[in-house]
Structure formats: structure tokens, C-alpha cells
């Protein structure tokens, strides 16, 4: 059995650095992935406070409901961990009741997503009204789109371990989907604090 | 089976549950620091920027385990980060050369 947290590789793989392939994978990804954020929060700003016309962010932004969104998918990566910690300790009802709260928290936060994004369409804010609409729609769009990618991915997971194809012996393998869910949490991190809560 | 002598200790839902009250404390701080923008004025921006460092931080080091794995997937994420905020003050740079500042309202 392989262990998450420590240096162990699964059975019968054996690599140069000692690192499961599966998870070196992940983390390149993640790095790119990190440029491919980093690249669009930077067209966010680039534009930042340069809007001709309304609806501006001010005007449309929901503190105290993206408070709540940004708390739901903290909660969701808590959740994971906990899935992961019971996968870990062989504790199969424990592994699927986490897994399906972190699946559950992820649709909540998607859901509150679609919600934002129908109010801002019916205040007449749309992807081509202004260049906050564009910049702001493409960024968390494409996070959403994360999310929605994580969703699918643990909903597969957590059938798998309902008919017994997953079980605590693939536990390298779910870590390395925890590292996506993870990221998508972290990149809302980023999101939220410059998008949202920084200061015009 | 091949194991690293150099495997930590790992940590369990105590650890995880921690981490939890910590980001909870960070967000409502951070929320905290939006309502009172105009008091804190300036100070507004790098404090917000230093409660979201500490949430990336406390996420990437004891959820995603990088604390506790191998260095060599530390290394490659902040590869990964460097060239993305490189790239982001790279573009502030020349916006500030040529008179137009990021975040100007």
C-alpha cells in the first residue's frame, strides 16, 4: 500500500527520484497550470480600472455572497484531506462520505457561480459589455471550469470505490487528485483576494 | 516496495482540522480588511495580499502535503510560480515605464 504523505512509491513502481510518476505528473501540471492562471489574472489587471462603461465591478461584485463561495471551497478542500485520511486508514464508509461532501461543496460553490454570473447578466454585465465583463468572465470562467473538470473527476472516483474498483490500495492515485482539487481551492485564494476584495 | 529513509511524520485530521480554523481566521480577516478599506487606505492592498500568502501557504504546505513530500515537487511548483509572477511584474514594469500603473481607477 502506498502512503499519500510519506516518500513511499505504490507496489512494483520504481522511478529515478523516487517520486511515483503519477504524482510528478500532477505537480509539472500544476506548474503549468499555474502559468496559464497567472497569465489571465495578468490580463485582468492589465485592464484593471480601465472600463469606459458600466456595469462596473463595484457596481455588480457580492462580497458578503463570494465570502461564502470562497468559505464553501476551503470547507471542500478540508473535506478531501479528511477523504484521503480515511482512504489512508482502509475506513471505506468514512472515504465515500468525505468524498461525496467535498463533491457536494464543489457543486454548491459551481452552483453559486452560475447564480453570480445570471445576476451579472441580468444587471448588463456579459462578456462583451465592457472590458471588466470580458476579463472578469474568461478568469473565473475558466476557474469554474476547473472546478466543473474536479467535480466529474471525484464523482468517477467515488463510483469506483462504490463497486469496489477503488479501494485503500490506490491511494497514490487519489492523492493525486486531491492535489488538483486542491489547486482549483488555491487559485480561488488568488481570485478572491485580487478580483474581488482588492481595493480600486 | 521502495521507501525513502527520509519519510516525516504524517499528519492526521488533528493537523488538517487546525489548518481549517486557521483559513477560516484568514478569510474573515481578510473580509474584515475589505470593510474597513477606508481606514486602512493604503495598507489596504498588502494586507490582503499577505492573508492570502498565508492561506496559499497553509494550503500547498499541509493539504497538498508539500511540507512533508519530496523537495524536488517543491521545487518544480515554485518553478511554476516564479515564472508566473515574473511574468506578471515583467508586464507591471513596462506599464509603470510607459505612465500607465496597475491598479489606477
Redesign the interface.
Known amino acids: 500500500m502506498s502512503?499519500?504523505?510519506?516518500?513511499?512509491?505504490p507496489?512494483g513502481?520504481?522511478t529515478v527520484?523516487?517520486?511515483s510518476h503519477n504524482?510528478?505528473l500532477m505537480?509539472?501540471f500544476?506548474?503549468?497550470?499555474?502559468?496559464f492562471?497567472?497569465?489571465l489574472?495578468?490580463v485582468y489587471?492589465?485592464y484593471?480600472?480601465?472600463y469606459f462603461e458600466g456595469p462596473y465591478p463595484r457596481e455588480v461584485l457580492d462580497?458578503p455572497y463570494t465570502?461564502v463561495s470562497?468559505?464553501v471551497l476551503?470547507?471542500s478542500?478540508?473535506a478531501?484531506?479528511?477523504a484521503l485520511?480515511a482512504l489512508e486508514r482502509a475506513d471505506m464508509r468514512g472515504f465515500r462520505g468525505w468524498l461525496l461532501g467535498t463533491i457536494l461543496l464543489g457543486a454548491l460553490f459551481l452552483g453559486g457561480q452560475y447564480y453570480e454570473f445570471t445576476t451579472f447578466y441580468h444587471e448588463g454585465l456579459t462578456l462583451t459589455s465592457n472590458l471588466f465583463g470580458t476579463t472578469f468572465f474568461v478568469l473565473t470562467g475558466f476557474h469554474g471550469t476547473h472546478v466543473f473538470i474536479g467535480i466529474v473527476w471525484l464523482l468517477v472516483q467515488w463510483l469506483l470505490s462504490l463497486f469496489g474498483k477503488l479501494t485503500p490500495a490506490h491511494v497514490e492515485r487519489f492523492?493525486v487528485t486531491?492535489?488538483y482539487w486542491?489547486?482549483v481551492?488555491?487559485v480561488w485564494?488568488?481570485i478572491?483576494?485580487?478580483v474581488?476584495?482588492?481595493?480600486? | 516496495?521502495?521507501?525513502?529513509p527520509?519519510?516525516?511524520a504524517?499528519?492526521?485530521?488533528a493537523t488538517?482540522?487546525r489548518?481549517?480554523i486557521l483559513?477560516?481566521i484568514a478569510?474573515i480577516l481578510?473580509?474584515l480588511?475589505?470593510v474597513f478599506?477606508s481606514t486602512l487606505g493604503v495598507l489596504?492592498?498588502p494586507i490582503?495580499?499577505i492573508?492570502?500568502a498565508v492561506?496559499?501557504v497553509l494550503?500547498?504546505a499541509y493539504?497538498?502535503?508539500l511540507k512533508?513530500?519530496?523537495r524536488?515537487?517543491t521545487g518544480?511548483?515554485a518553478?511554476?510560480?516564479l515564472?508566473?509572477?515574473s511574468?506578471?511584474a515583467a508586464?507591471?514594469a513596462i506599464?509603470h515605464i510607459y505612465g500607465q500603473p496597475?491598479?489606477?481607477?
Not at chain 1, 196 to 200: E, G, R, V
Open positions: 502512503h499519500a504523505t510519506g516518500h513511499t512509491l507496489a513502481e520504481h527520484t523516487g517520486i504524482r510528478l505537480w509539472t500544476l506548474a503549468s497550470d499555474c502559468m492562471f497567472g497569465s489574472i495578468w489587471f492589465a484593471r480600472g480601465r462580497i465570502s470562497a468559505a476551503l470547507l478542500s478540508f478531501i484531506v479528511m485520511t492523492f486531491t492535489l486542491h489547486f481551492d488555491i485564494i488568488i478572491f483576494m485580487l474581488y476584495l482588492m481595493p480600486y | 516496495m521502495h521507501e525513502h527520509t519519510a516525516h504524517q499528519p492526521g485530521p488538517w482540522v489548518v481549517l483559513l477560516t478569510t481578510e473580509v480588511t475589505y478599506e489596504t492592498a490582503l495580499m492573508f492570502a492561506k496559499f494550503v500547498v493539504y497538498m502535503h512533508f513530500d519530496n524536488i515537487l518544480i511548483f518553478w511554476g510560480m515564472i508566473a509572477i511574468i506578471f508586464m507591471a506599464y496597475l491598479l489606477t481607477p
